[in-house]
Nanobody
Framework: QVQLVESGGGLVQPGGSLRLSCAAS????????MGWFRQAPGKEREFVAA????????DYAASVNGRFTISRDNAKNTVYLQMNSLKPEDTTAYYC????????????????????WGQGTQVTVSP
């Protein structure tokens, strides 16, 4: 059974940093895109960042570009999201996602592209 388990969320002051981790089990995703999304209650899931199988391609939402960094360690089957200069508007639940195979022309910034999802980890940015 494939599982993605996020960790690293919590409460942080504005301007602070957090690093989210997403550990995959049940299969390897070393050659597949993985991504981070976030979703506030009552809103659609929003793209945050994506990384290709071997890390050659990374991309970010405009709202986090320059503040967040996505990375992966294929030996650990884990993807990370380093979040710096956090703002109150970054407060929400964050989810990692993994594609089952090649994108086949699908966009890595769309939630519908991904086949596996974690349960989410809450990030709260508040004084």
């Amino acid at each position: 059974q494939v599982q993605l388990v996020e960790s690293g969320g919590g409460l942080v002051q504005p301007g602070g940093s957090l690093r989210l981790s997403c550990a995959a089990s049940g299969r390897t995703f070393s050659s597949n895109f993985m991504g981070w999304f976030r979703q506030a209650p009552g809103k659609e899931r929003e793209f945050v960042a994506a990384i290709s199988g071997y890390g050659r391609i990374t991309d970010y939402a405009a709202s986090v570009n320059g503040r967040f960094t996505i990375s992966r360690d294929n030996a650990k089957n884990t993807v990370y999201l380093q979040m710096n200069s956090l703002k109150p508007e970054d407060t929400t639940a964050y989810y990692c996602a993994a594609a089952a195979g090649p994108l086949g022309g699908k966009s890595y910034s769309k939630a519908s592209t991904y086949d596996y999802w974690g349960q989410g980890t809450q990030v709260t940015v508040s004084p």
